[in-house]
């Protein structure tokens, strides 16, 4: 089985948009902040509602099931085991083996490496970087499931691999992706989905991705103005953007959390502001995977809510950009 490489319908855009802060954007207008965040003192309250849609694309083409979309609706993530097996789970493998031993990626600003050591633990803009790798961000088994979700045939907002090696491999802070991505990238509304296929085990013991189910349904407002060129230290170790102690208790305790584990090959499908976290790797067990952020279209970064500067394109990409990331 080989990777299907389906291109999205970017001629006809299907859409099916609900009626919650659905107002397209145009150009680079400042948009009305509907998640403030990065806030100079605490705030009023731990969280706030959630004021977009979760599934927005249910009338729309795709390989999701509706007992499926439910299960994202309601968990605010989906684990789908066994998505890609055999020889397409072996030519990705090697496909990532060669871009992270890759020396002349080593030192760009696109490559992140292990804070005590010089090996890479992501890479970015790999849709752009391989060939095989764009291919699986068209493939219709995974574009088509964020077209379900977020409403409209989507493009790659980030890309990256990521790669946490045995024994040495760091764990990451609790976090909502969208706080990040609307504070510093500029992301107005909550209509984007990450799409992480597994290439190693995923089990207890090698770090796997921890998500707080339900959380989706809340926004956690943070404290602290953001620093210029943030991302430089926050993509190794993040400190700001992080919910508070309280906020984080508040919701485990309402919702517990969640650990999706199993076999290379299953895909893991999460809403933007699902809050996750992971562990250091304690085991000689590597753990890998290649992760597609999917956007609206109408849903294109403007100018950052909470930030100095957008970052640099390679961790927020436009509907149109294509080619080599910049260095």
Known sequence: MTVSNTPLNHVTAHKQYSEMADVPTAGNARVVDAYPTRLAQAPASLTQPRQDGVVKGRALPGPLSEAQLDEFERKGYLFIPNLIDGEELEALRKEMNALLSNDAYRDKAFSITEPESHEIRSLFAVHRLSERLGALASDERVAGAARQIIGDDPYVHQSRINYKPGFAGKGFNWHSDFETWHAE???????????????????????????????????????????????????????????????LTHLVDKYGIDAPKGKAGGLLLFDCNTLHASNANLSPDPRSNVFFVFNRPDNRCVVPFAAPKQRPSFLAHGPEESGYPEA
Do not use: Y
Request: negative net charge.
């Open 185 to 247: 990238d500029g992301m107005p509304n909550m209509h984007a989905v990450s799409a992480s296929l597994i290439l190693t085990d995923n089990h207890e013991f090698n770090g796997p991705l921890m998500l707080i189910p339900g959380s989706h349904m809340e926004f956690v407002p943070c404290q602290g103005e953001t620093p210029e060129d943030n991302h430089k230290r926050s993509l190794k170790a993040q400190e700001v953007g992080v919910p508070s102690p309280e906020a």
